[in-house]
């Protein structure tokens, strides 16, 4: 691991990296964050009997959309062309959570960590939106990068 931050320069300043001079290359990576809830709110998710609505299929596309926008929230992403996005929302009775993982793809010159990250924290977030009328003490943590592969640093498998 490198132990230079590529989004500081010579001076100190923060800046773009240029990526022109880099391989164009299949990259994945794969994000996941938890929404922990109270059972009765985890039931209503399940059942479908949320006020607002479908709270998964809404935290779904909420999370695609805002990987397509990752370069508008985050001032140093670069735009991508990303190739592929999914987010799965799987409910978890035993810990009465909610977890979403993401994984994001493109063929390009940079990776798509920061897409994949961004599509899990707002998926989170729409969760919690649709619910907070009845249980505004949910917790939403332990987002991060599972796996990353392809470009010049190869690959990245998180420790369970």
């Known amino acids: 691991m490198s132990d230079k931050l590529t989004h500081i320069n010579e001076l100190g300043d923060a800046h773009m990296v240029d990526v022109s001079s880099k391989d164009v290359t299949t990259r994945i990576a794969v994000a996941e964050g938890f ?4 059972p009765a709110t985890l039931a209503l998710v399940i059942e479908g009997n949320a006020k607002k609505g479908d709270v998964l299929g809404t935290a779904r596309l909420a999370g695609i959309m ?5 370069h508008e929230l985050i001032p140093l ?14 409910p978890d009775q035993e810990q009465n959570r909610i977890q979403v993982v ?12 920061m897409e994949a990250l961004t599509a899990v924290s707002v998926a989170c977030l729409t969760i919690y939106d649709m619910v907070k009328a009845v249980d505004r003490g949910m917790r939403i ?6 796996e990353k592969s392809g470009g010049k640093s190869g690959s990245f498998t998180a420790t369970p």
Do not use: F, N, W, Y
């Not at 929404?35 to 109270?38: G, Q």
């Not at 805002?66 to 990752?70: G, L, N, P």
């Not at 943590?141 to 599972?146: Q, S, V």
């Open 35 to 38: 929404v922990t809830m109270e």
């Open 102 to 113: 993401a994984t994001a793809k493109v063929t390009g010159q940079t990776g798509v960590e």
């Open 141 to 146: 943590g332990d987002i991060r990068l599972m």
């Open 77 to 90: 992403c670069h735009p991508l062309g990303l190739t592929s996005v999914t987010v799965d929302l799987t």
């Open 66 to 70: 805002a990987a397509k926008r990752t």
